[in-house]
């Protein structure tokens, strides 16, 4: 049992249509429950359905982010690229950051901080990605690489109260696969670490599910959960959030 106010965010990824929109309903009527008064719900949905999120989710507590944004704070010729203002403009409160499936594409940690900074100067809370391969893992460089990533992704950002750091290992997610206990809080220690001041707040993502949220929310330095695969789906979603306060 936990009493630490908690994220839960849900990132659906490429992943839903109009019809999808339907499903949240459970997710409402569950926002509106005293089961979740100590944590905060967070959809991030593709941006196709950002508008219809928006219109769902207005008389709840329930809040949007974007999956990623382009590092320009002003119009250009980006084709099929948003800016963080314009993900501001119609709503979004947070944008997620530096996911592995983007840095997979060529977005490094230079970009990511440029991406970082127009995200902050737009007025969103951004959802910083992390994490390491498992070759990385099996040479020992976990350390090494969050580090980096934490180093040239946070460049020159002062203000840190707007950052949510997400702790992805990169062979947790979708592979049903999670890291140790111990290791987890370990690295989670590790990443707080890493901040003089005040840390930004740590969340997991990877693989996490309503089997091992038992575990996972016995990790007492893990403030949130970045969910990805069960998140998709309603009554998963809402079990992971039921299962860590009960
Ligand atoms: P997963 O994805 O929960 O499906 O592993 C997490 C993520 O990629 O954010």
Redesign the pocket.
Known sequence: MTNKYMYF?A?W?MYGNLSSVNTLNKVIEFSKSKEINKGRLIYCPPYTLIGSFLKKFKNCQIDIGAQNCHESESYGPYTGFVNSYMLKNIGANYV?IG???NRDKDENNKLINLKIKSALKAKLKVIF?IGETLAEKRKKKTQSILSKQIKVGLDKVKNKSNIFI?Y?PIW????GIVPKSKDLLKTIKFIKSKFKDKSPKVLY?????PQNIKNLKKINNIDGF??????QNAKKFIDIVKKTYS
Request: one cysteine or more; aromatic letters at 0%.
């Open positions: 965010i990132n990824k997620i996911h592995s499936e990605c997400a992805e947790a997610i979708g592979t993502g990877g693989s996490v599910n970045l969910i990805g695969g069960a998140s």
